[in-house]
């Protein structure tokens, strides 16, 4: 293969929750179109491990403000003071209905899918001022603008994180930094089987007045290898193709869909009263 005409060629871009799913196949599909791929993970034996596979990786946690400030100083360290494109990716799920959500638990999950988020951009923001261009863009998901239950902890990481995500791009307008949303809906990945530490810590699920819906329906969903996959459920690198679209076009699209899904509800949510809506979404 002849590098020099790889779309990415002489790009760098810094990646957040490589360690599986959507991170880890963006990761590896940037590579092959030629760009300088960042592969952070929140644990450090992740990075060896994508560092093994030819990738450079070193550890960056949303949760840790320090973690932050190290990987994204690492990152401009080895380009030498710039960073074409920023992909705020990890985050976690924590399920549970919102009245049995303790504070603790929101203010946690925030500081990740939020926060960290934030935090990171706000480093990446001057760089990319100074050089004159670059790319932002955030991970969200179709629960950024619709409510399903026991998702109320990650939806509404999502929604603030459109709503940022959102103001941002309308602040940055008048210059060539790109701000974009890639909003999925289902894809394999590891979201359900890391969401269950999580749901475990935080819901006192024996004591709730949902404890039935959880015996019923939440448990099986979490733990039941046979409900693993859900419908119309799409593979990471349909993301990893988007991400594509708005890394490399002139004139990226401010939001992206991936899934069937997406679309779907997408549509609804215009298309739709909000009662109607409601009725919809309670039989998902």
Not at 55 to 77: M, P, Q, V
Not at 110 to 121: A, I, P, Q, S, V
Not at 127 to 149: D, E, K, T, W
Not at 190 to 201: A, C, D, G, L, T
Request: hydrophobic fraction near 35%; proline fraction near 5%; aromatic fraction near 10%.
């Amino acid at each position: 293969m002849n590098n020099v005409n790889l779309p990415g060629k002489g790009k760098s871009i810094l990646v957040t929750g490589c360690s599986s799913g959507i991170g880890y196949d963006a990761a590896f599909g940037l590579r092959k179109r030629g760009w300088r791929v960042f592969a952070t993970c929140r644990k450090e034996a992740d990075c060896q491990r994508l560092i093994k596979s030819g990738l450079e990786s070193f550890r960056l946690d949303y949760a840790d403000e320090a973690s932050i400030a190290d990987g994204f100083g690492e990152a401009i360290e080895r380009t030498g003071g710039t960073l074409d494109a920023l992909f705020n990716n990890g985050a976690y799920a924590m399920p549970g209905a919102v009245e049995d959500l303790p504070r603790d638990a929101l203010r946690d999950i925030f500081e990740t899918n939020l926060f960290g988020y934030h935090d990171l951009t706000r480093r990446a923001i001057p760089v990319m001022r100074s050089q004159g261009y670059g790319r932002i863009v955030n991970n969200s998901s179709v629960l950024g603008f619709c409510a399903l239950r026991m998702r109320g902890a990650y939806a509404s990481t999502k929604h603030a994180l459109n709503g940022l995500t959102d103001t941002l791009r309308l602040e940055l307008s008048r210059t060539d930094i790109k701000v974009i949303l890639i909003e999925p809906g289902p894809v394999t990945s590891k979201i359900r089987e890391n969401s269950r530490q999580h749901f475990e810590r935080w819901i006192d699920c024996e004591n709730s007045v949902w404890a039935d819906f959880y015996r019923r329906s939440l448990k099986p969903r979490l733990y039941d290898p046979k409900q693993a996959r859900d419908k119309f459920e799409l593979p990471a690198s349909a993301v990893t193709a988007k991400l594509v679209s708005a890394l490399e076009s002139r004139s990226p699209k401010p939001h992206y869909y991936v899934t069937t899904p997406t679309f779907i509800i997408g549509f609804l949510k215009r298309a739709l009263p909000i009662r109607a809506q409601d009725k919809f979404l309670l039989k998902i």
